[in-house]
Each structure stands twice: as C-alpha cells, then as structure tokens.
Nanobody, 124 residues
Framework: QVQLVESGGGLVQAGGSLRLSCAAS????????MGWFRQAPGKEREFVAC????????NYADSVKGRFTISRDNAKNMVYLQMNSLKPEDTAVYYC?????????????????WGQGTQVTVSS
C-alpha cells in the first residue's frame, strides 16, 4: 500500500516556474515507478511525466518536453516535478501516481495508487 500527497501547486504567471512535490508513505517506495498526470476542466486525465524505480529512465509528454523535469529521492520517499516556462494551457490539477512496473510507463491503467492532486493555475 502506498499513500501519496502532492504539494507545491499555486498561481503563477505565464513564463514562471513551480516545483511540485509528492510525498509517499510505505517502505517499498523504491519498488514503484512514479508518474505525474494532470487533468484540466472538462478534459480527461493525461500523462505528463514518469520516472523509473531508481530514476535511471524518464519519459515526458511531448507538450512538456524540455520544460518539465521529473526526479525522485528514494531516501526521502519523494518525487518532484520541476515546471519551467509555464503556459496557460498547463493549468490543471496535477496528480502523483505509483506503478508497480519495471521501467517507465505513460499508461494510466498501469498506475495503482494516486494522490488527491494539487491545483496549478497559469495566468496569461
């Protein structure tokens, strides 16, 4: 069982930066690939980024590639999403998720545990 709690969301102007954090409970955090997803109003939840168990592999949605960076600290049971050059279309609720998966995956159905989400709003 893994419990996930996101933090770090807020209101930022276009071009600004935010760093999201996700704190995970449980002794087996390093057994999970971790991902970030987002959901804008009226839209389906979409993949943003993911990182493998030991952080050696990452994958990004094309829409955030070059602007967002995912990282993890297994000693602290934390995963992060550094978001730079934010755009109004990045506005969404951002969710942290854990997948008992070897490697990386952007498939939402592979993720077993989800946080409650944190709101990110980018003003133009």
């Amino acid at each position: 069982q893994v419990q996930l709690v996101e933090s770090g969301g807020g209101l930022v102007q276009a071009g600004g930066s935010l760093r999201l954090s996700c704190a995970a409970s449980g002794r087996t955090f390093s057994s999970y690939a971790m991902g970030w997803f987002r959901q804008a109003p009226g839209k389906e939840r979409e993949f943003v980024a993911c990182i493998s168990r030991r952080g050696r592999s990452t994958n990004y949605a094309d829409s955030v590639k070059g602007r967002f960076t995912i990282s993890r600290d297994n000693a602290k049971n934390m995963v992060y999403l550094q978001m730079n050059s934010l755009k109004p279309e990045d506005t969404a609720v951002y969710y942290c998720a854990a997948a008992n998966f070897l490697g990386v995956t952007n498939a939402r159905e592979k993720y077993d545990y989800w946080g409650q989400g944190t709101q990110v709003t980018v003003s133009s």
